[in-house]
């Protein structure tokens, strides 16, 4: 059993800054990549930020680089993303992702999302 936890959203004024934390508990033997996603109003999900756990490799969507960081503790399972200079355009839910989680030997990898944080940025 893998579990996913965010926390860290809230409401913020604009040009404010959350940062938000995602936590992998449970029995697995390794992750490939830990990813943020947000849904916005419309319900479509959008990739914001990934990196990999082997290298520490980052990709960003356009509209946030710049001002967000992702970063990871390995020792801690733990991913985090600092949200800088917040624009109303960020309302979303923010949802993590660890991708490719390996459970066992032989078994097919699949990814866990946890249940999402709302961030609310007020103008």
């Known amino acids: 059993q893998v579990q996913v936890v965010e926390s860290g959203g809230g409401s913020v004024q604009f040009g404010g800054s959350l940062r938000l934390s995602c936590v992998v508990s449970?029995?697995?033997?390794?992750?490939?990549?830990m990813e943020w996603y947000r849904q916005v109003p419309d319900n479509s999900r959008e990739m914001v930020a990934t990196?990999?756990?082997?290298?520490?490799?980052?990709n960003y969507a356009d509209s946030v680089k710049g001002r967000f960081t992702i970063s990871r503790d390995t020792y801690k399972n733990t991913v985090y993303l600092q949200m800088n200079t917040l624009k109303t355009g960020d309302t979303a839910v923010y949802y993590c992702?660890?991708?490719?989680?390996?459970?066992?030997?032989?078994?097919?990898?699949?990814?866990?999302w946890g249940q999402g944080t709302q961030v609310t940025v007020s103008s």
């Open positions: 992702k660890a991708a490719h989680v390996l459970t066992q030997p032989g078994m097919i990898p699949r990814d866990y």
């Open positions: 449970g029995s697995f033997s390794s992750i490939y990549s």
């Open positions: 990196i990999l756990t082997s290298d520490g490799l980052t």
